[in-house]
């Protein structure tokens, strides 16, 4: 089917606060130093960087260190300072940071990949680092030892990971468009499912461990919730975005999902209201309306003799219709389109002026976003990309004091009943 083009609505963005500038290359992840005013970046240009910020409200790096190869991307553990590189070559460095955020020694090398380290995320509870690979594998190694402990093949690239720390699942993004769920074990894996739904590459994936939801976000600009705790194969489609969605994060407390594209656009989806599962598209070789024949029905074209039409999908009812008879354009946020598109006569009529109030604000980023990580506590949001420019913004998206500390479950015994119910903690 052809694309449509729609213009984005009109909406404010996230304020400035600073421009991070200096790298001579694309900026491959920004992560804020929490409780402290840094940023820690690495780049392209075979840089670690930790930046903190000064007097004179400019950040200015405290660390800058060069390794051997580009890299690609990183996995910080703030408790305990450990910093794991993933490089092009395909090993990931670990370094230690020291108290105060000016030096860093180097731990270990890991062996974990054939060729570039695509994601890749730090277990403390198993001392396990977890990494995916563009050598279409997954491996994890132990830290303690430096060995690997077990390695996955896909039948393509592995792009992205997330990992549930207290069951030791791994969910898997591929450039095939499928997610991988895996148990892993000491020197042993099963395969568990195969999460189907994009048609196209995975870019990013963000898990949330207290509702049980996976978030993915893909290059065919939709982003899929799979309510995995639900265990019904329930899936939520939110289409906002015009380019590849390359950044994910919930907000756990507000119900909110931030997801960036590498256009620039920012997108906020209300997560707290009754949505509903899009229907899958039916086959048939007629119109499911007119019972005109598409253009492949050989048979009916010749019994008929009538020229074969082209088939559409109707966005909410799923049927197979020809042109004629989906005519109509609407929004239907609460399908998560929020953009207009193809709906047939019968359910256009069917929808109210209220159906088409809009479920999630657009924000622009103003420059290429490849990585984005959030400080809900401060409010603050940093991004990065291509254009070797690193943002940190005073994000007004989510209410000031609002901690998403996974600290606070685990110190203040507050059950994930309690999470879900709750509209407002306190800062730690």
């Given at each position: 089917m052809?694309?449509?083009?729609?213009?984005r609505p009109?909406?404010?963005?996230?304020?400035?606060l600073n421009?991070?500038?200096?790298?001579?290359?694309?900026?491959?992840?920004?992560?804020?130093?929490?409780?402290?005013?840094?940023v820690?970046?690495?780049?392209?240009?075979?840089?670690i960087?930790?930046?903190?910020?000064?007097?004179?409200?400019?950040?200015?790096p405290?660390?800058?260190?060069t390794v051997?190869?580009?890299?690609?991307?990183?996995s910080?553990h703030h408790?305990?300072?450990?910093?794991?590189?993933?490089?092009?070559?395909?090993a990931?460095?670990?370094?230690l940071?020291?108290?105060?955020?000016?030096?860093?020694?180097?731990?270990k090398?890991?062996?974990a990949?054939?060729?570039?380290v695509?994601?890749?995320?730090?277990?403390?509870?198993?001392?396990?680092?977890?990494?995916?690979?563009?050598?279409?594998?997954?491996?994890?190694?132990?830290?303690?030892?430096?060995?690997?402990?077990?390695?996955?093949?896909?039948?393509?690239?592995?792009?992205?990971?997330?990992?549930?720390?207290?069951?030791?699942?791994?969910?898997?993004?591929d450039?095939?468009?499928?997610?991988?769920l895996?148990?892993?074990?000491?020197?042993?894996?099963?395969?568990?499912t195969?999460?189907?739904?994009?048609?196209?590459?995975?870019g990013?994936?963000?898990?949330?461990?207290?509702?049980?939801?996976?978030f993915?976000?893909a290059?065919?600009?939709?982003?899929?919730?799979?309510?995995?705790?639900?265990?019904?194969?329930?899936?939520?489609?939110l289409?906002?975005?015009?380019?590849?969605?390359?950044a994910l994060?919930?907000?756990?407390?507000?119900?909110?999902l931030?997801?960036?594209?590498?256009?620039?656009g920012?997108?906020?989806?209300?997560?707290?209201?009754?949505?509903?599962?899009?229907?899958?598209?039916?086959?048939?070789?007629?119109?499911?309306?007119?019972?005109?024949?598409?253009?492949?029905?050989?048979?009916?074209?010749?019994?008929?003799?009538?020229?074969?039409?082209?088939?559409?999908?109707?966005?909410?009812?799923?049927?197979?219709?020809?042109?004629k008879?989906?005519?109509?354009?609407?929004?239907?946020?609460?399908?998560?389109f929020?953009?207009?598109?193809?709906?047939?006569?019968a359910?256009?009529?069917?929808?109210?002026?209220?159906?088409?109030?809009?479920?999630?604000?657009?924000?622009?980023?103003?420059?290429?976003?490849?990585?984005?990580?959030?400080?809900?506590?401060?409010?603050?949001?940093?991004?990065?990309?291509?254009?070797?420019?690193?943002?940190?913004?005073?994000?007004?998206l989510?209410?000031?004091n609002?901690?998403?500390?996974?600290?606070?479950?685990?110190?203040?015994?507050?059950?994930?009943?309690?999470?879900?119910?709750?509209?407002?903690?306190?800062?730690?």
């Amino acid at each position: 089917m052809a694309a449509e083009i729609h213009s984005r609505p009109q909406t404010a963005r996230p304020i400035l606060l600073n421009k991070i500038e200096g790298h001579s290359d694309a900026v491959n992840a920004a992560v804020l130093i929490p409780k402290e005013d840094g940023v820690i970046t690495v780049s392209e240009d075979r840089t670690i960087r930790v930046w903190l910020k000064r007097d004179s409200g400019q950040y200015w790096p405290s660390i800058y260190h060069t390794v051997s190869s580009p890299c690609s991307c990183m996995s910080y553990h703030h408790d305990s300072r450990r910093i794991f590189i993933g490089q092009d070559n395909g090993a990931v460095v670990e370094f230690l940071i020291s108290e105060d955020f000016n030096k860093m020694n180097h731990v270990k090398t890991y062996p974990a990949h054939q060729n570039r380290v695509s994601d890749m995320v730090f277990s403390l509870e198993s001392e396990w680092v977890v990494s995916t690979g563009h050598d279409k594998s997954v491996s994890w190694m132990c830290t303690q030892s430096g060995s690997m402990l077990g390695r996955h093949y896909f039948t393509t690239w592995a792009s992205c990971l997330q990992y549930d720390h207290e069951t030791q699942h791994a969910f898997v993004g591929d450039y095939s468009g499928q997610i991988t769920l895996l148990k892993l074990e000491k020197q042993t894996y099963s395969t568990i499912t195969t999460l189907k739904g994009h048609e196209g590459s995975i870019g990013t994936l963000w898990w949330d461990p207290i509702q049980r939801l996976l978030f993915s976000g893909a290059s065919d600009h939709s982003v899929i919730m799979w309510d995995i705790g639900g265990r019904k194969g329930r899936t939520l489609l939110l289409q906002g975005h015009h380019e590849r969605v390359q950044a994910l994060r919930y907000l756990q407390l507000t119900r909110q999902l931030l997801s960036c594209s590498a256009d620039g656009g920012i997108a906020v989806w209300n997560m707290d209201t009754q949505r509903e599962e899009a229907p899958q598209w039916l086959d048939s070789d007629s119109c499911q309306k007119c019972e005109q024949p598409f253009f492949w029905n050989i048979k009916q074209m010749w019994d008929t003799k009538t020229l074969g039409l082209r088939q559409h999908h109707c966005r909410k009812c799923g049927k197979a219709v020809c042109g004629k008879c989906s005519s109509k354009r609407s929004t239907f946020p609460i399908m998560g389109f929020e953009f207009p598109v193809r709906v047939c006569d019968a359910c256009f009529d069917t929808i109210k002026e209220e159906d088409r109030t809009s479920l999630a604000t657009f924000h622009e980023g103003k420059h290429n976003i490849a990585h984005m990580d959030m400080d809900p506590s401060r409010g603050l949001m940093v991004t990065c990309g291509s254009d070797r420019i690193v943002k940190v913004n005073n994000s007004s998206l989510i209410p000031e004091n609002t901690c998403m500390c996974p600290g606070c479950v685990k110190h203040r015994q507050i059950t994930p009943k309690q999470i879900r119910e709750s509209r407002s903690l306190k800062k730690c």
